[in-house]
């Protein structure tokens, strides 16, 4: 049914299907959706220092040296399906970002779907459906939420899976799941 904005629609309660977080491992899996970029500025934010090969600066208690740095960072959304084993089309979300103290993500994605190099307007584009595989754990987090019945605040845990590395697979599991 397709609902226009002159359309009546009545309130009715929701039931949500239970979520259980995959275990923590590796999967392979293909990259189905890239949202678009967003852009989120940062002013005046503690980053750590490089030196001119890419390496953080460590001071001489071996702690990372810290510099303060205004920048846009821009991040990308994506969703990943599991291609086999006991939990085949299940989804996995990931973010990357260029966020300079966490562009290691990035650089791990694109390394994993075998991109050497790539102008990031075209990574929506240029990798899409590529496979790789990724480990994942689980964190938990707690959010206050309001109880529908009551109207009264309170605090639940939630568990949430969540993508360690990235890696690229070998060419025989490639060629396996591409059906070469």
């Given at each position: 049914m397709i609902i226009g904005l002159n359309n009546v629609v009545?309130?009715?309660?929701?039931?949500?299907k239970a979520y259980t977080p995959l275990p923590e491992g590796k999967y392979k899996v293909s990259v189905e959706v890239i949202k678009?970029?967003?852009?989120?500025?940062?002013?005046?934010?503690?980053?750590n220092q490089r030196d001119a090969d890419g390496k953080i600066v460590k001071d001489d208690d071996g702690k990372n040296v810290k510099v303060k740095a205004?920048?846009?960072?821009?991040?990308?959304?994506i969703t990943l399906s599991v291609t086999d084993g006991e939990f085949?089309?299940?989804k996995i979300f990931a973010n990357?970002?260029?966020?300079?103290?966490?562009?290691?993500?990035?650089?791990?994605f694109l390394y994993?779907?075998?991109?050497?190099?790539?102008?990031?307007?075209?990574?929506?584009?240029?990798?899409i459906n590529k496979n790789l595989e990724v480990e994942v754990y689980n964190r938990s987090y707690t959010k206050?939420?309001?109880?529908?019945?009551?109207?009264?605040?309170k605090d639940v845990e939630f568990t949430k899976t969540a993508v360690r590395n990235f890696f690229k697979l070998d060419n025989s599991i490639v060629?396996?799941?591409d059906g070469i």
């Amino acid at each position: 049914m397709i609902i226009g904005l002159n359309n009546v629609v009545e309130g009715k309660e929701t039931v949500q299907k239970a979520y259980t977080p995959l275990p923590e491992g590796k999967y392979k899996v293909s990259v189905e959706v890239i949202k678009d970029w967003v852009g989120k500025d940062f002013k005046d934010v503690d980053i750590n220092q490089r030196d001119a090969d890419g390496k953080i600066v460590k001071d001489d208690d071996g702690k990372n040296v810290k510099v303060k740095a205004t920048f846009t960072a821009y991040s990308a959304d994506i969703t990943l399906s599991v291609t086999d084993g006991e939990f085949k089309g299940r989804k996995i979300f990931a973010n990357v970002t260029t966020h300079p103290d966490v562009l290691f993500l990035l650089e791990g994605f694109l390394y994993a779907v075998g991109k050497s190099s790539i102008v990031l307007s075209a990574l929506q584009k240029e990798c899409i459906n590529k496979n790789l595989e990724v480990e994942v754990y689980n964190r938990s987090y707690t959010k206050t939420v309001t109880d529908p019945s009551t109207g009264l605040d309170k605090d639940v845990e939630f568990t949430k899976t969540a993508v360690r590395n990235f890696f690229k697979l070998d060419n025989s599991i490639v060629d396996e799941i591409d059906g070469i």
